[in-house]
T-cell receptor
Framework: EAGVVQSPRYKIIEKKQPVAFWCNPI?????LYWYLQNLGQGPELLIR????????DSQLPKDRFSAERLKGVDSTLKIQPAELGDSAVYLC????????????FGQGTRLTVV | GENVEQHPSTLSVQEGDSAVIKCTYSDSASNYFPWYKQELGKRPQLIIDIRSNVGEKKDQRIAVTLNKTAKHFSLHITETQPEDSAVYFC??????????FGAGTRLTVKP
């Protein structure tokens, strides 16, 4: 069984440019998370989906970040425009259902904004 | 929302010694407490988890203890090996709430 797949693995963009990340969760997993991880820090939640519904987006900077999960499967996270401080690893994770089941992480997308 | 604190931030032990990492959580409703290991440049992977109806769980050299009254839980690694060197994260959550992570502990096992 394939794990959580994210693309791209690496992205370098100039500030003020848009960028998008894609995540394909494990088949059958209803819960999907986007986390941001700075170097040497723990994952910080950006948004959580249950199926296609965003049940917690309180940590998502909505002035520049947006996310969607079409048909409750794949998800995209977008930043427009990117700022230097957005440089980080963006992790997608999925779990069977709810916050109290094992979350499986993707490899992450390392974003560098120059 | 849930707030998870983790200590220490770095830990260095000699091979064969034990390592203990501690976490506290704020939401008394939290009932699921996983521990993840992240090697350099890799994704976090679950190594052990515990639910609030259990006080202790063990898997070979790894054990986790939970004190619901004090709202803290700990990871214990015995007979440490160089391959245990990594960053370890604790987390806490409920079914309806997000999984929140601690800041991580960088464990170094010296051969």
């Amino acid at each position: 069984e394939a794990g959580v797949v994210q693309s791209p693995r690496y992205k370098i963009i100039e500030k003020k440019q848009p960028v998008a990340f894609w995540c394909n969760p494990i088949s059958g997993h209803n819960t999907l998370y986007w986390y941001l991880q700075n170097l040497g820090q723990g994952p910080e939640l950006l948004i959580r989906y249950e199926n296609e519904e965003a049940v917690d987006d309180s940590q998502l900077p909505k002035d520049r970040f947006s996310a969607e999960r079409l048909k409750g499967v794949d998800s995209t996270l977008k930043i427009q425009p990117a700022e230097l401080g957005d440089s980080a690893v963006y992790l997608c994770a999925s779990s069977l259902e709810g916050g109290d089941t094992e979350a499986f992480f993707g490899q992450g997308t390392r974003l560098t904004v120059v | 929302g849930e707030n998870v604190e983790q200590h220490p931030s770095t830990l260095s032990v000699q091979e064969g010694d034990s390592a203990v990492i501690k976490c506290t959580y704020s939401d008394s409703a939290s009932n699921y407490f996983p521990w993840y290991k992240q090697e350099l440049g890799k994704r976090p992977q679950l190594i052990i988890d515990i639910r609030s109806n259990v006080g202790e769980k063990k898997d070979q050299r790894i054990a986790v203890t939970l004190n619901k009254t004090a709202k803290h839980f700990s990871l214990h690694i015995t007979e440490t090996q160089p391959e245990d060197s990594a960053v370890y994260f604790c987390a806490a959550s409920t079914h309806n709430n997000d999984m929140r992570f601690g800041a991580g502990t960088r464990l170094t096992v010296k051969p």
